[in-house]
């Protein structure tokens, strides 16, 4: 089962079980084995192996996902037929069609795996279509992944994410659209910090819920990020209250700090507020 708010979702190679048994102790909301670009063609039985053995060894501990190649690589099936049971999710990279959406359905009813499906939207067409791909029934969460779309547009990275801007937007609408959680792309650098926690806020001003990490210093920053601070939840409790009077008096825009509130300046305080009771 999904946990019920993913901030951090924390990923490391199926095939580092050292950086594997740290991942419960780093805070992180849930964590990703990863099968798929983080394990080497070479390596992706050994990878296999050691996922299984780090599920047993870490169920319970901490949401356990698993990320398989897609169905266009050699490697889809084996990955499949290798999952162990205890998986609170698998993660499906590159979604582009529903066609390959329903196969994966079938698939995993085959092998009696009854798991959620955290779907990647990190292509062209992923992003073109992520309405319909998210909107899927076997789909309850998403992530946006920037560096795949960047390489598959033939763009260029920049750390100013104007080259990612659109897609990133468009996939948050999509998740909206289908009501389901969506996590933002990571911060490869994981040593800036500032970026992480810049990239962090301008995604939830745009509906992310949380960040995909791939190293622990990553995690406390999107905790943090994506639960409002004390400040806001107190401001927003100041102008519910301040809002709800003026309703009571018949007006339904009146100013606060300076600043008119109506109801969706309201609506966006009662988020905050539920956010922050998660
Ligand atoms: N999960 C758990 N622990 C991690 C971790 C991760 N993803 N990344 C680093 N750590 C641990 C290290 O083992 C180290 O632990 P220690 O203090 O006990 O020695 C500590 O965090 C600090 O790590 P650091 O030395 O700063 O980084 P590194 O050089 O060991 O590792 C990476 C850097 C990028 C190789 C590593 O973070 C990594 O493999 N990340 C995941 C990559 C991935 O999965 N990519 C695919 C998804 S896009
Ligand atoms: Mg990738």
Redesign the pocket.
């Known amino acids: 089962m999904l946990p019920r708010r993913i901030r951090s979702l ?4 199926a095939v ?1 079980p ?3 048994r ?2 419960p102790a ?1 805070g992180a909301d849930a964590m990703v084995i ?1 099968l798929e ?2 394990t080497p063609p070479d390596a992706k039985e050994a990878g296999r192996t050691e996922l299984r053995s780090a599920v047993a060894d870490l169920h319970g501990q901490i949401p356990i996902f698993a990320r398989i190649n897609d169905a266009s690589t050699p490697w889809h099936h084996d990955d499949l037929d290798s999952l162990p049971d205890g998986l609170d999710a698998i993660v499906v990279p590159k979604l582009e069609t529903i066609g390959g959406l329903d196969a994966l359905q079938r698939g995993l009813e085959a092998r009696g795996l009854d798991v959620p499906i955290v779907g990647g939207i990190e292509t062209g067409l992923g992003v073109a279509d992520a309405r319909m791909l998210l909107a899927h029934p076997a789909v309850a969460a998403g992530y946006f992944g920037a560096e795949d779309f960047v390489a598959d547009m033939g763009g260029v990275r920049t750390s100013s994410n104007h080259e990612v801007a659109f897609a990133r937007a468009q996939v948050a609408l999509a998740a909206r659209l289908a009501e389901i959680p969506i996590m933002d792309m ?1 911060t490869a650098d ?1 040593t800036d910090d500032e970026r992480c926690r810049r990239e962090c806020e301008q995604a939830r001003q745009i509906g992310y819920g949380g960040k ?1 990490c ?4 990553q995690v406390a920053i999107a905790n943090d990020a994506f639960t409002p601070s004390s400040e806001e939840v107190e401001r927003a409790h100041r102008l519910l209250t301040a809002y709800e009077d003026g309703k009571a008096r018949g007006v339904a825009s009146i100013a606060f700090d300076g600043h008119m509130v109506d109801e969706p300046v309201a609506a966006q305080a009662r988020r905050v507020i539920a956010l922050a009771e998660g």
């Open positions: 924390l990923f490391a190679p580092r050292d950086l594997l740290k991942m780093t990863d670009d983080a990571i994981f995909l791939i190293h622990p210093a």
